[in-house]
């Protein structure tokens, strides 16, 4: 067991240089696909400068709100001049997308309009794309400000919406338009959505790991109150899909629309969503069904439909997950777990499962999580460890079944390694160098030998422990890691993952205090490692923020004699701040009398939050 080498990123291929001057190959290669009907319009020249002038003066700022919004509202005015040229060049794109933000009621009208007769050139372009995106994100938020020319503004955003229903299967099934429905289904509904689904289009000029990782609240409010007839037209948008599924739900744009209408439906009309999730399991489980198994096997093993059905299952109330499972997958859970598609949509039907439908998705998969492990389909794990924590049952059971898994069940004494193991997610034989038919006859030797170091910690492994410190009896886990060598725990502590162990034990209500002082204790000694690690430094931060003054005292005592090595290291100063070393050195009653105080804001604001 344990996570083979990943490739890095990039590594093998070869990017063409492009000439300078020229856009950007993705903008080129949608230009043309738009652009099949005939050529593009373009911006003339004295526009053009025009607008990359304005784009400059937006940048620069301005002194004050109100000559902000003239500015905005004179260059949208231009705008309606040439609104399609501008939408459709890059540079004219990225000004729009950075005035409509600040665009007033009035402007936003203008430009819709301008824009409305020729939208489905726009939104099929890689540039007019973000255009609508941006101004569909507006929208709703001035009309829920009520101001002037609302009503125009909502009458502007249902008559795009319609057009685009009427269309469905031109935008959703387009790489660029079916952003354009995405964000239309958000705004109609009043709910941004953090799913994959729910991302906007990537920015031009921007890398995609930043565009990746924006959160969906960073471009506003993630629910917003929205007209009744907007949820009128997000009703109508569900019968359209439902329509269209036997057409084109294998495929990857239009599964996107789906997902993202699903989602949204689950938050603002749940009975649109359970009508819309009955009709794509009824679609899937009728086609080709094959004697003695549900015909929708096939598509859990779809990357595409898969997809679907992991939004399906998340969305679906509990009897529906009960349904689901007795019409489809029953005795099938360990082939699904097995696949290397399947067990995605597998681990959503875990994280949404009701406590009894747990215990036997639980009894399914429990005498094969050995085999769901050396094939390191690990999230089937993490998310059957999860399910038992969230639903308090199974628990123990599960923690039998894992170290089973890893042989350190059988002998007892065995027991006492379950930490390390998991955290480095290797078996027994495997992490101590052995084999189990020598076992016995080296047993005097292997006493003798010093243990093995932990050397890397896995992201998984560390979910494991996170959640078997959070059962109702986690003694197993904490009488191993209080046997783990000090150095281990240091290792675990200083690892981006493995910090997050020492949060949970912190954090989780079912470990004694007794037990987690004895673990914690074990730091000591280490201290100044941890303080010179990113991750160290901060797992020794929560312990201080949680210890008792005695406790403080000891840490602070061997932190200060290493004060000016910690006030050098770019993490190990912070903490020189936050412990008060400088004042624990000279003024020692100032620094008690900090502490106590510190003590008493803390016990204070606990009891605030729990009134």
């Not at 997000?234 to 359209?240: A, H, I, K, P, T």
């Not at 308090?392 to 923690?399: F, T, V």
Request: glycine share 6%; net charge neutral.
């Amino acid at each position: 067991m344990g996570v083979p080498p990943q490739r890095e990123k990039g590594a093998g291929r070869r990017k063409r240089p492009r000439k300078e001057g020229s856009a950007a190959p993705s903008a080129q290669k949608e230009g043309s696909k738009a652009s099949q009907g005939g050529p593009l319009p373009r911006l003339e020249p004295a526009a053009a400068e025009y607008f990359r002038r304005a784009h400059e003066t937006l940048k620069s700022g301005f002194g004050s709100d109100e000559e902000k919004a003239l500015f905005v509202s004179n260059v949208l005015e231009e705008a309606e001049a040439v609104p399609v040229p501008l939408s459709l060049d890059p540079a004219g794109s990225l000004l729009l997308q950075a005035l409509v933000p600040s665009a007033s009621p009035a402007g936003l009208c203008r430009l819709l309009q301008a824009l409305s007769p020729s939208l489905r050139l726009v939104a099929r372009h890689s540039c007019g794309a973000h255009i609508l995106e941006a101004a569909l994100l507006r929208a709703p938020l001035l009309i829920q400000e009520a101001e002037e020319d609302s009503g125009t503004l909502e009458d502007l955003v249902l008559e795009l919406g319609r057009s685009v229903q009427e269309e469905l299967s031109v935008f959703a099934l387009d790489a660029h338009a079916s952003f354009v429905v995405r964000t239309l289904l958000q705004a109609l509904g009043g709910a941004r959505v953090g799913s994959d689904g729910g991302r906007g289009l990537q920015v031009l000029g921007t890398s995609h790991s930043r565009t990746k990782q924006a959160r969906p609240g960073s471009e506003g409010p993630t629910d917003f109150e929205v007209p009744d007839s907007f949820l009128s037209l997000l009703r109508g948008f569900s019968e359209s899909f439902g329509e269209l599924i036997s057409e084109f739900v294998a495929n990857k744009f239009f599964s996107l629309c789906l997902q993202v209408a699903l989602e949204v439906l689950h938050r603002k009309l749940p009975e649109a969503c359970s009508q819309l999730c009955c009709s794509v399991i009824g679609y899937l489980s009728s086609r080709n069904p094959a004697a003695g198994q549900s015909a929708l096997l096939v598509f859990l093993k779809d990357a595409t439909c898969s997809r679907v059905l992991d939004k399906v299952l998340e969305v679906s109330d509990p009897k529906a997950l009960r349904a689901f499972y007795k019409a489809h997958v029953k005795g099938q859970l360990q082939a699904l777990a097995t696949h290397p598609v399947a067990n995605f949509t597998l681990q959503r039907l875990i994280q949404a499962a009701p406590r009894k439908l747990l215990g036997r998705l639980f009894e399914e998969l429990s005498p094969g999580l050995e085999e769901i492990l050396a094939l390191e389909h690990l999230g089937v794990v993490t998310a059957l460890l999860g399910a038992c924590r969230k639903q308090g049952a199974h628990q123990q059971e599960a923690l039998q079944g894992l170290m089973e898994a890893f042989h350190c069940w059988e002998p007892p004494s065995r027991q006492l390694a379950c930490a390390p193991l998991f955290a480095s997610l290797l078996a027994h034989e495997v992490y101590y160098g052995e084999e189990e038919e020598e076992e016995e006859e080296t047993a005097s030797q292997d006493q003798a030998d010093p243990p093995p170091r932990l050397s890397s910690v896995s992201y998984h492994g560390s979910l494991m422990l996170q959640h078997c410190l959070h059962f109702a009896d986690p003694s197993v886990v904490l009488r191993s890691l209080a046997a783990t060598a000090p150095q281990d725990l240091v290792t675990l502590a200083c690892d981006p993952a493995g910090s997050h162990v020492f949060d949970a034990l912190l954090a989780s209500p079912s470990v004694p205090t007794k037990q987690r002082r004895k673990v914690l204790r074990l730091l000591k000694g280490h201290y100044v490692s941890l303080a010179c690690s990113k991750h160290g430094s901060r797992v020794l931060d929560a312990i201080w923020s949680r210890a008792t003054l005695p406790a403080k005292r000891e840490m602070a005592q061997e932190l200060a004699e290493h004060e000016q090595k910690l006030r050098n290291d770019p993490f190990g100063h912070h903490l020189v701040r936050n412990f008060a070393l400088t004042h624990f050195l000279k003024r020692r009653r100032d620094w008690d009398r900090l502490q106590e105080a510190e003590k008493k804001r803390r016990e204070l604001f606990a009891e605030i939050l729990e009134d």
